[in-house]
């Protein structure tokens, strides 16, 4: 059944140049008169889109083409450029040299091999005797005079064109040297049916746009249908960014230094994020200008083992007074850090000794710059055992940074309410010729570890910030280089270490 929907442009316009005829003799001729792509055509007419308008019988007709041969003709047939100018009376082989240059040596290697011409040399003029002039003698001249018909078919075929009757006798000598052969060519004769003399073909449209829905058009017009099982191209996915390289290249180290991945929530509740860290309910960081508070939901509920939220409260209103009040722990919130992970994992192990990092988003309500993110990511790490001192964090932070290439480190102290002691890592920015804060680290506190049944272990710490990191990497000069739709540094770009 025809479905004009289904048509693309030009198919409808084939259709509709059939409409205006009975019969097709040759599809062929029908396509170069109208400017169509016959193999398009025959495709077309194949596919059974036409079943039951257009009957079609193939027939094949006898032609003519060049062989290889033929088509690796750079100089056209070897001796025609000769012979036109034999035939013009010209036979002094320099001025022959002047029109047919380098090709002269080919033009009369043929029509001497064939014992058409040969080369004599005259005597020059009196009075220099060892002056000889070398002509063109011809020992066939007829030979010579069918040779301009043979071009000239030669150059007919090349084109596409069909030979006339009088290229019978060039045709039969162009095979015999091999440079055309007869080739059978398919064509088609079409019988125009009823129904596609009275199919009404409406203007198809191919987008629907808002002027066309708010008229109320659209209901009266035919919008062309979409196959959803037609073949799209296989067009290759992007390459990662800058920011997936990097992460995967900072999972490999810590994997190969034998630590154990994890992972968190981004909706946190404050107890996690702050109070099992030993953060007091009235630190500036808990405040809205500094975290992100949640509107729906507002309050997460606490953990369910009821011993640590107890500890946890006497921890708090043991060292910093006042009442701590659930109704404070219970808010919810975007992570303000990935240190969340780590306290919920040393309540899980209890004691046990291990290693282990997480690489997640963290959300913190700062203003936009240079080197500063509302939402980017962090990387976190821990370490649980015996005997762990500062040197020992220093030892995991210079390692780590060595393996991604930093040389220019600098640590400093700093305070942090769940770790003491603790220190700031710095490293060199060349773009803006300072150090940048990459990092921060230290041992936790006991007050923090008690409560998380680790009390009697030794634990040292990090949250490193993964997009200074790469903004060192690969020298950018501004954390909003990194991230978002227009990311224009070149897919070149390779780590600066």
Known sequence: MLDPAQFTGKQRQFVQQLQQVQRVDSLRSHCTQHGFDFNFIKGFLLSGA????????????????????????????????????????????????????????????????????????????????????????????????????????????????????????????????????????????????EPLRDLNLQPVVTALTSDLILSGQWQNIVLKAYDIQAPVPDVPYGR??????????????????????????????????????????????????????????????????????EQVRQVHEANYGGQWTEAEASRAILRAHTTTSTARRLHQIQGRDGKYFSIDKVFRNETVDRTHLAEFH????????????????????????????????????????????????????????????????????????????????STVAWGLGLERIAMLLYDVEKLSDLVGPDIRLPSSLSPSA
């Open 50 to 193: 036409l079943a039951g308008a257009v009957e079609w019988q193939e027939q094949t007709h006898e032609t003519w083409g060049l062989t290889a041969k033929g088509q690796g003709l750079q100089e056209g047939i070897p001796g025609a450029a000769l012979a036109a100018q034999l035939l013009q009376g010209v036979t002094d082989v320099s001025t022959l040299l002047t029109v047919l240059g380098e090709a002269f040596s080919l033009h009369y290697g043929a029509l001497r091999k064939g014992h058409i011409v040969d080369l004599r040399h005259d005597q020059g003029p009196i009075g220099d005797p060892g002056n000889t002039i070398k002509t063109i003698a011809l020992v066939q001249p007829d030979a010579l005079v069918p040779y301009p018909q043979y071009q000239a078919t030669y150059e007919a075929l090349k084109s596409g064109q069909v030979p006339g009757p009088d290229a019978a006798e060039a045709l039969d000598w162009l095979q015999q040297q091999g440079y055309v052969a007869r080739q059978g060519q398919s064509d088609y004769r079409l019988t125009v049916l």
């Open 240 to 309: 990662p960014t800058l920011l997936t390289q990097c992460i995967e290249r900072i999972r490999d180290i810590f994997l190969n230094m034998g630590f154990d991945e994890m992972a968190g929530c981004i909706v946190e509740s404050a107890f996690w994020n702050f109070d099992a860290l030993f953060t007091p309910q009235d630190h500036p960081a808990r405040e809205v200008q500094d975290t992100f508070y949640l509107a729906n939901p507002q309050t997460v509920p606490l953990p369910e083992d009821r011993d640590l939220v």
């Open 378 to 457: 962090q990387i976190e790490g821990v370490v649980v055992g015996e005997l762990l001192s500062v040197r020992t964090l220093m030892g995991y932070l210079i390692y780590f940074y060595e393996r991604l290439g930093f040389k220019n480190l600098k640590l400093k102290p700093t305070y942090n309410p769940y770790t003491e002691p603790s220190l700031e890592v710095y490293a060199y920015h060349p773009p803006s010729q300072q150090y940048l804060e990459v990092g921060n680290s230290g041992l936790f506190r006991q007050e923090m570890l008690t409560p998380l049944g680790c009390g009697d272990k």
